[in-house]
T-cell receptor
């Protein structure tokens, strides 16, 4: 079974721009979560989507948004980029609802904001 | 107090040593416990997951959960330089699907 895939793997953007990141979960997984990882803050939860609905949300400003499509693929968008948004953005999928709560991560998208 | 505490290390050991990595937590509702390994500039890789208390073994890795003490451990036997990575613990439960992660412990296994 193919793992979680994320595109693109690397991005360099300028302050004020916006960016869209994509995630394809493991086949059959309907829950997709997004995390931001930085050396200073560790893994921080952004939001979780399940069956095209945002089910959980972390403490991030409204500039961070996401969506999920009917095939469970997910995108996250960051508008008006700031230097502090430079981070590794990780997507994780989960087979929730059958007693399985473990998450499987993709390789991440490394975003650099200059 | 953070919900999940994990010593950041680094923990440096010689090749072949037994490594013990630990996390403590405060939320007694946690029932599902996971360990991830993350190599530099890569995504976390799920190593082990356990439900409730007890031990689980997989090759050189053993995960241990003590719910009464709110303490979990990951043991690595016969450690190898390729085990050098950051190890994150994660846990959830109490109706929440979203895991709470520790900050990770950096492990260095030197030849």
């Amino acid at each position: 079974k193919a793992g979680v895939t994320q595109t693109p793997r690397y991005l360099i953007k300028t302050r004020g721009q916006q960016v869209t990141l994509s995630c394809s979960p493991i086949s059959g997984h309907r829950s997709v979560s997004w995390y931001q990882q930085t050396p200073g803050q560790g893994l921080q939860f952004l939001f979780e989507y399940f069956s095209e609905t945002q089910r959980n949300k972390g403490n991030f400003p409204g500039r961070f948004s996401g969506r999920q499509f009917s095939n469970s693929r997910s995108e996250m968008n960051v508008s008006t980029l700031e230097l502090g948004d430079s981070a590794l953005y990780l997507c994780a999928s989960s087979l929730v609802g059958t007693g399985h709560y473990e998450q499987y991560f993709g390789p991440g998208t490394r975003l650099t904001v200059t | 107090q953070k919900e999940v505490e994990q010593d950041p290390g680094p923990l440096s050991v010689p090749e072949g040593a037994i490594v013990s990595l630990n996390c403590t937590y405060s939320n007694s509702a946690f029932q599902y416990f996971m360990w991830y390994r993350q190599y530099s500039r890569k995504g976390p890789e799920l190593l082990m997951y356990t439900y409730s208390s007890g031990n689980k073994e997989d090759g050189r890795f053993t995960a241990q959960v003590d719910k009464s003490s709110k303490y979990i451990s990951l043991f690595i036997r016969d450690s190898q330089p390729s085990d050098s990575a950051t190890y994150l613990c994660a846990m959830n439960g109490g109706g929440s699907y979203i895991p709470t992660f520790g900050r990770g412990t950096s492990l260095i296994v030197h030849p």
